[in-house]
């Protein structure tokens, strides 16, 4: 499996930008995509994450209301809509893929073990 993510770069405070993972590879019945993020001198955190089968959805307090997170079956593409950023929105952003997660573990990174290259993305105030 292989995830490539592409979307990040430089933006200002309360501007937007879409982050996109593609995968290929790999064959599931039950896949959940997510997406997690790292700032400098920070663990990495949870974002969100999307069922590709049922297309239900989690997201991490601090960006519900402004983050979206959708997906593309046929694609086999996950988007991160990213509204009204924040500089502590800067991080680099990793997408992540695992099958068969019961959903309490999808905020979890150790229990996905697929994941791309990451994103960076810069919020300037």
């Known amino acids: 499996v292989q995830l490539q993510a592409s979307g990040g770069g430089p933006v200002e405070a309360g501007g937007s930008l879409r982050l996109s993972c593609a995968r290929s590879?790999?064959?599931?019945?039950?896949?959940?995509m997510a997406w997690f993020r790292q700032a400098p001198g920070k663990e990495r955190e949870f974002v969100s994450a999307?069922?590709?089968?049922?297309?239900?959805?989690d997201y991490a307090d601090s960006v519900k209301g402004r983050f979206t997170i959708s997906r593309d079956t046929a694609k086999n593409t996950i988007y991160l809509q990213m509204n009204s950023l924040k500089p502590e929105d800067t991080a680099v952003y990793y997408c992540?893929?695992?099958?068969?997660?019961?959903?309490?573990?999808?905020?979890?990174?150790?229990?996905?073990?697929?994941w791309g290259q990451g994103t960076l993305v810069t919020v300037s105030s």
């Open positions: 999307i069922s590709l089968s049922g297309g239900h959805t």
């Open positions: 992540a893929a695992e099958g068969t997660l019961i959903r309490s573990s999808w905020s979890m990174s150790p229990q996905y073990d697929y």
């Open positions: 590879g790999g064959t599931f019945r039950r896949l959940v």
